[in-house]
């Protein structure tokens, strides 16, 4: 059966100061965070009015899918729900059953293999249809795309803009949201983001020896083992005559508030306390080819002898996903 709905399925975040405690609670939920730990997030979101910049950016997203899809001979609607905060995933499932969708093609904005990235949206997926009911569509969540053209070359226009402004000699950080160590060892992340790092570099002429992988936005506690070295740590280990850096987020399609509070600032002011130039590469966003990319993957999902594109010799990973994939670590 044809699709007749594509579903934008992502993260969520406040849209006022009175907002952001009850979101962040959403977020933690069924784990134990103390309330300092809450707090000094709660804090990075009230730094900039209480307000996430990734439901702008979602919204944005939509309405060019909307048009890309419009523009093809059988146009599909395009809904958007979010795990954490308004609209909720629930709220949009049950609009879409009340208009009469049957099944829908998920494009969920991780481009990764992880149980957050993709075993709790496809939880949330189940949840939501079982609390909305019969009326409830089928929901396909389209593949990772962390070695497809249409990720990979935006992030690589990106970087060529930020060694233009950084210099020939500029180290170049490609970073991505940590994990705990023990998330890591029960999915293929770590694989898919140096093969992506891999990618990106390359495409846009760079040398092997010019880039490493950095991790960003630990937020475990100090004893428990997490995805490094940190982004901060990394500038700091920088030789002293280092002039620039460059950091190019591959781990986000948009500027999350992890993009703009914890390189933008942290990150930021880290290398100015160092003497460095810090310069950020672009996230896709709503880059034409990003937005192309998620028609392909509807398609690919669609029918049947459509080709899966991919870069690189990871190949295309499966959809729907396999059964049981990215298992969340167990919580003690």
Known sequence: ??????????????????????????VVRGRLVSADRL??????YLEFGGVS??????????????????ARSSPLPVY???????????????????????????????????????????????????????????????RPFFNHPGFVGPLADGLRAARK????????????????AAMAATCSYEQELKETARLVTSQAGEADSAWSLAFQSRSGAPGQAWLGPDINDALVALPDSTPAAIVTPIGFVSDHMEVVYDLDRQAAATASERGLELVRSATPGCHPDFV???????????????????????GPAPCPCRPGCCPGPARR
């Open 1 to 26: 059966m044809a699709f007749d709905a594509v579903l934008l399925l992502s993260f969520g975040g406040p849209e006022g100061p009175d907002e952001v405690m009850p979101f962040l609670h959403n």
């Open 39 to 44: 707090q000094q997030v709660a804090d990075h």
């Open 53 to 70: 910049p990734i439901n702008a950016q979602n919204r944005a997203l939509r309405d060019a899918l909307i048009d890309a899809l419009a």
């Open 80 to 142: 958007w729900g979010n795990r954490n905060w308004n609209p909720l995933l629930v709220d949009t499932i049950r609009a879409m059953g009340a208009d009469g969708v049957v099944r829908a093609a998920a494009f969920v904005t991780s481009a990764y293999s992880s149980y957050s990235g993709c075993r709790q949206y496809l939880d949330d997926i189940e949840a939501a249809r079982a609390a909305v009911g019969p009326s409830s569509p089928e929901i396909v969540k389209l």
């Open 165 to 180: 402004q950084a210099g020939p000699e500029a180290p170049i950080f490609l970073t991505a949201h940590s994990i705990p």
């Open 292 to 314: 192309r990319m998620i028609c392909q993957l509807v398609d690919e999902a669609d029918q049947s002898d459509s080709i899966a594109l991919t870069l690189g010799d990871l």
